[in-house]
């Protein structure tokens, strides 16, 4: 079995690649449904948007599935201390996320335009919502969550859904939404025709510009902020024990990784180019490369994020010194050892099917296939 300390890395980073996957798999079904309203102008123009990701939303969600359970498994107490403290926020987007398959499933369901327009904005919430809130709790992991524990590690809560939505927290959900909706964009222009093509290239083009534009003034912002420093780091072989570690707030210390490895600032340079590069392909009409670029804009942003705030985790606005990283908050060492073994099988099962599905389900949703498949289309 691997060392400790190189398991709590590489788990830092499968959490880290299973977080991706899911908003690069299951963000453009939320870009989609954000811009369904306004890409289609004809009920069949917006079938055509809904059936680009409808045989497949339900299956991308595995990758949130995934996600919390490798931090349910591999991080119990930010599982523990993040999810209550988000819980309203939680509960929020839970409900906006009912609103998907009863969208998809009850839309269709009678021809009278007053109820699919209803679910057609029901579908736009669905999309919407859990991109902002997901950005939101973001931004708040930067600002410091409000809890702390113990001496005896029972965890307590301060703050509560309002204090959460803070102007830099907003901003990082509206570049959240953003970065999914031209991601649903790119989808579109990679998959559709005609007229719905046309409205989803020049949103594409637009939505390139802005998002790469407001993340970079994210980092003029970050460079601004305090952020936490680890001032002396813990012994790397415990296991929850936040309270071994020594930890400051320092000006500008979220962008203090990027002081001592000068190759990180791929991450950042990869954001913005990308998201510039999609609006440039969609302005040319590239289906493909449009597509990848987008897909590279939300790698490098997230890649941004968790790179500016490692070794952290859950940081602590109440109590620094309850803080918690990747050496710190981590299961046992012959959980991480079983875990990783486990995601070795499965992780390339659920990948060789998901390719698998798109490939079979490859090709260009038009209007005349939505009238030809009056049974099976959405």
Known sequence: ???????????????????????????????????LPFVGRTDEERRVAINVVGPTWEGNQVWLVLGAGAVFA?????????FSVFYLALVLTLAALFLRPVGFDYRSKLPNPRWRGFWDWGLFVGGLVPALVFGVAIG????GVPFRFDDSMRVSYGGGLWQQLNPFALYCGLVSALMLAL???????????????????RFAMGLGVVLAALFALGGVWLSRMDGLVLAQVADVNTALSPFQKTVTYAPGGWLANYGHWSWLW???????????????????????????????TIVGILLTAGLSLFPFVLPSSLDPQS??????????????????????????????YTAWVYR??????????????????Y
């Open 323 to 352: 803080s918690l990283t990747a050496w710190d908050a981590v299961s046992s060492h012959k959980t991480l050892g079983v875990m990783l073994a486990v995601v070795a099988v499965f992780l390339p099962i659920v990948v060789s």
């Open 74 to 82: 591999a991080w119990p107490l930010v599982y523990a201390a993040g």
């Open 183 to 201: 991601h649903g964009a790119a989808l579109l222009v990679l998959r559709t025709e005609d007229a719905v093509w046309q409205r989803a290239r």
């Open 140 to 143: 708040n992991l930067f600002m």
């Open 360 to 377: 079979v389900m490859r090709g260009p949703v038009t209007v005349e296939q939505i009238r030809r498949d009056t049974h099976t289309a």
């Open 266 to 296: 791929l991450a950042p340079t990869l954001g913005v180019t990308a998201a510039l590069l999609t609006s440039f392909s969609a302005w040319r009409g590239w289906r493909w490369p449009s597509f990848l670029a987008s897909a590279a």
């Open 1 to 35: 079995m691997l060392d400790y300390a190189t398991l709590k890395l590489i788990w830092w980073g499968l959490v880290a690649v299973l977080l991706i996957g899911f908003a690069l798999m299951d963000g453009f079904d939320m870009g989609v449904a954000m811009l």
